[in-house]
């Protein structure tokens, strides 16, 4: 759902539109600093940072990694979730459960939680008010409690993005990186 995406984005401010699922964790090689002139931001990246899967076989990857994170940055299909919230509810229930038990033990880890192809969904399309129908996804009860599990509007941010265009991606990662 956009997590190489945005990875290399944000590490080297390229967009790439091709999709290739990510199976196994990918360490960067080294150091890499990047300056969003259009952002305002210089951003450093450890050279202990990963690209990690989102499949269930990965959970394990997740809390070893997030040992010396200060960020856990989880995406969803938004979109999926609104025409399948049944399916995909178990499957992120799932995933909340993992992180909730990883910043059990890290006080000082935030969470983003980015809800991603918001841009794919008909009445977000459609929408006369973008900002306020995205206010009400956000109001969801099920979006709510993602954000309670894991610690509250103080330690988790929950934004919904659409990452189609280098545009989109640049707005993105300035919505999303906001919260640190």
Known sequence: TGKTTLFNFLMNG????????TVFKKK????MKHKFKHL???LKINPNSYDVGGSQDQHGVWKKLSEEANVLI???DVNKWMNNPEYLEVEIERDISVIENIIRSKKDL???LVGTHIDL???YINAENKVAYRDDILNEAFIIGMQVRLGGRDRCHITLESFRGEDNLSIATKNILSFL
């Open 28 to 31: 960067i090689k080294k150091e």
């Open 110 to 112: 935030k969470v983003i």
């Open 74 to 76: 989880y995406l969803f």
């Open 121 to 123: 969904d008909s009445d």
């Open 14 to 21: 390229e967009f790439t539109d091709t999709y290739e699922q």
């Open 40 to 42: 305002n931001l210089r």
